[in-house]
């Protein structure tokens, strides 16, 4: 199974199980305390969701190696195609 089919499988059951207990599909009648933590815990969820990508990424970021020989080969071959281009004419 894929890593896209597990989490997928994983939101609809929780999708569903969040849609039984505030909808009362299965008439087990909760009480209202369950019913105000279930109905806003979707966007909760997804704020949750944002604020971890955001602090994911902040911290890639931050924590980014640079590779100093890469970069200086890059460097030469930007070097050695614009000495190309402007052999053959083109000017910056």
Do not use: H
Request: glycine share 8%.
């Amino acid at each position: 199974m894929t890593k896209l089919a597990e989490w997928l499988s994983g939101l609809t059951l929780l999708g569903v199980l969040w849609a039984a207990v505030t909808f009362d599909l299965l008439g087990l009648d909760p009480p209202e305390a369950v019913l105000q933590v279930s109905r806003p815990l979707p966007v909760f969820l997804l704020v949750a969701l944002g604020c971890f990508s955001l602090g994911t990424v902040g911290y890639r970021v931050a924590t980014f190696n640079d590779c100093q020989p890469a970069a200086a080969e890059l460097q030469a071959q930007i070097r050695e195609a614009k000495t190309d281009l402007q052999s053959k004419g083109l000017r910056f």
